[in-house]
């Protein structure tokens, strides 16, 4: 493992777990790469609604978040879900620290900022705080949803800020039903790598795949609040996780030598998220994986490698990775690296032993595999399809001590053994539990510790 510094950003680190011996004939190279930032990029203790030790008043913002709100006319329905999404909004406000631009957008059919509402962000103190909840307080609910045009408003106001980090969050409770797939899909695609994004879905009436591909496409978090009062602890947790990254446009570098390839690059932890085809080549037999923002955190990643054959007794490097991160000047810097390693050999116990991580992570990804084939199927009418699989998941869960998951499957399934994944439907299930469990299949837990 190797580490290296720089005093404003945070100190990131690298390790590779991995089982580096092949048999004869092996071609295939797995590796477990875990990320981990400590330092300069959290609160770092202080209160939120304090400046950035970066920022003094005057000068230029710390960072930039809009909020949007869906203020179409289902959330009137019922009339206390408008009131929750307001307290959420004001909560999440509250918890903007000074020097933080910010916006907030009512969404429906269009999008209109309803603050500060002149195409700009305002600067977060305690005034343009208290301005902005006064705004939040007259929203009412009436029209559509086009969650393509609150995206792109977004877009526009966030561009309007020399900030590194920029961050969205949206609230929703219905499906894009007023702007075609296509039109979200651009969007998706032209804010792709211009900023985060949190997504939360407010009842049981909006569509998983939806919220999902935003989170996905904008490196974000997505989840469910089936109940309205629930939102504005969310909202509030959500904001002191934007409030707490210190440094955006964090990408993973993978390198391989001449003959080698990526199969793929997944994020396995906390979530699962395929990042393979959002590779940007940034020079020979090198590309870039997009992270997102950092603050004091840990992620998981799983590179796949192929290489060319090689004889027993011969080793090479299969693949240097780095984390980059971008300089003022519009250079990347590295800030750590790690080794993957290929060796070939006939000795049989060491080229068939899986390296635990990759063990756990490869059954962490099958497990949110089978959730969401196992849902379609029951969707489709295809029970012995979805029993085998939720069955499998279950089994999945309970092996690798993924506690929350089988939680929310066994309000899906009757369990009758789960070490074996033997399970029965259930006759009848809310629909709050299926969109829960849906929502969550792709959240991970770490390996256990022995």
């Not at 957008?105 to 343009?128: C, Q, W």
Request: charged share 20%; aromatic share 4%.
């Amino acid at each position: 493992m190797a580490v290296f510094s720089k005093p404003t950003v945070p100190q990131f680190a690298v390790d590779i777990y991995q089982n580096e011996y092949l048999p004869e004939g092996g071609r295939e190279v797995n590796a477990i790469v875990t990320v981990t930032a400590t330092g300069g990029g959290t609160l770092g203790g202080r209160p939120v609604g304090t400046p950035s030790p970066s920022w003094t008043p005057g000068t230029a913002p710390a960072a930039a978040v809009v909020v949007m709100v869906d203020c179409s006319g289902s959330m009137n329905n019922p009339p206390a879900k408008m009131q929750n999404a307001r307290d959420a909004t004001a909560a999440a406000i509250d918890t903007i620290r000074d020097g933080v631009a910010f916006a907030v957008i009512a969404g429906t059919h269009t999008a209109r900022e309803v603050y500060p509402a002149d195409g700009r962000l305002a600067v977060a103190d305690s005034a343009t705080r208290h301005q902005a909840k006064q705004a939040v307080h007259s929203l009412g609910a009436d029209g559509g949803t086009a969650i393509g045009s609150w995206l792109w408003l977004a877009d526009e106001l966030l561009a309007t800020a020399d900030v590194p980090i920029r961050h969205g969050i949206l609230l929703t409770d219905g499906r894009n039903e007023h702007e075609e797939p296509g039109a979200l899909r651009a969007v998706l695609a032209a804010c792709a790598g211009r900023f985060t994004c949190d997504t939360r879905g407010v009842g049981t009436d909006w569509e998983v795949k939806e919220l999902t591909d935003v989170a996905s496409a904008l490196l974000g978090s997505v989840d469910i609040v089936a109940d309205p009062s629930g939102l504005a602890d969310d909202f509030r947790q959500m904001m002191e996780n934007a409030m707490g990254k210190g440094v955006a446009d964090v990408a993973l570098r993978v390198w391989t030598p001449e003959g080698s390839e990526i199969k793929w690059v997944k994020q396995v932890a906390p979530t699962v998220g395929d990042l393979t085809l959002r590779r940007a080549e940034t020079g020979p037999r090198a590309g870039d994986y997009p992270t997102g923002s950092w603050g004091d955190e840990s992620r998981d990643y799983h590179v796949c490698v192929r290489v060319p054959h090689s004889e027993v007794g011969e080793e090479m490097l299969a693949a240097r990775i780095s984390l980059v991160v971008p300089q003022p000047d519009g250079t990347t810097q590295a800030v750590a690296q790690g080794l993957v390693r290929a060796c070939w050999t006939d000795d049989m116990a060491a080229s068939t032993h899986i390296n635990p991580q990759v063990a756990h992570y490869t059954g962490q990804a099958e497990l949110a595999q089978a959730i969401q084939e196992g849902l379609e199927a029951r969707k489709q009418g295809d029970f012995d399809s979805a029993t085998a699989k939720l069955g499998r998941a279950v089994h999945l869960a309970s092996t690798s001590g993924n506690d929350d998951t089988a939680r929310l499957l066994a309000k899906v399934v009757d369990v009758v053994d789960a070490a074996t994944g033997t399970v029965r439907l259930k006759a009848k299930v809310a629909g709050v539990d299926e969109m829960t469990l849906e929502t969550r299949s792709t959240k991970t837990v770490r390996v256990k510790k022995k």
